[in-house]
């Protein structure tokens, strides 16, 4: 293999994941921060779409943060964050992806959404909070005792909503869901994929 490259963007919660899967999956990879205002023209050459993240690797172009991580798992998963396949993985990323990602931008960029108040928006993405703490009533991380793919791929935006307003998050109900959070922002994975440059 040679040395693959990742277009990335520190604080792109897509990008976070991408970076992570890559990490834990030991592969070396030289990451290239990308300002999504002045994207550089040899990374739109490779991915007109003009999203980050993007990985070249051996010829190839990857372009979804997902497909991304599942390329760096299939090469190396000692933990098993595939939990051997469990199909509750996709569908809780799924939910993430769609509904919860469209709430969590109109919770944070409520201005530019002035048909309802702030709240309401932040109501709809509380439904996905509250499935989330439902699920760490069975078990330390969302689908196992384990880190899983399900925990990486969220963990960047329950972090996105948390921080739209922290006295809020801190004053809520969803203490299992408080402390997950606080345990992957310390976590040495979070670290690794977030020193600066
Ligand atoms: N579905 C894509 C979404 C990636 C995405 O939307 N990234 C944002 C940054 S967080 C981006 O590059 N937006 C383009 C822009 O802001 O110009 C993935 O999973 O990789």
Not at 81 to 102: T, Y
Not at 152 to 177: C, I, K, M, N, S
Not at 188 to 194: D, E, G, K, N, R
Request: include cysteine.
């Amino acid at each position: 293999m040679s040395e693959a490259l990742l277009y990335s963007f520190r604080r792109c919660p897509y990008a976070m994941r991408a970076r992570m899967a890559l990490h834990y999956a030991g592969v070396p990879v030289q990451i290239v921060e990308v300002s999504l205002k002045a994207k550089p023209a040899d990374m739109l050459a490779l991915s007109p779409k003009g999203t980050v993240p993007v990985l070249s690797v051996d010829g190839r172009v990857i372009e979804e943060s997902l497909e991304i991580m599942h390329w760096a798992l299939a090469r190396h998963d000692p933990d098993d964050w595939l939990l051997k396949g469990d199909p509750r993985v996709l569908d809780l990323i799924a939910e993430n992806d769609q509904a919860f990602k469209h709430h969590l931008n109109r919770y944070k960029y409520a201005e530019r959404y002035p048909e309802q108040p702030m709240e309401h928006y932040r109501a709809e993405g509380e439904v996905f909070l509250h499935k989330l703490e439902g699920l760490l009533a069975g078990n330390e991380y969302l689908l196992a005792d384990h880190l899983s793919l399900a925990d990486v791929a969220l963990a960047p935006f329950v972090r996105q909503f948390a921080h739209v307003d922290r006295e809020w998050f801190a004053g809520t109900e969803y203490h299992r869901l408080q402390a997950w959070l606080q345990r992957f922002l310390e976590s040495p994975l979070f670290a690794a994929v977030m020193a600066k440059p």
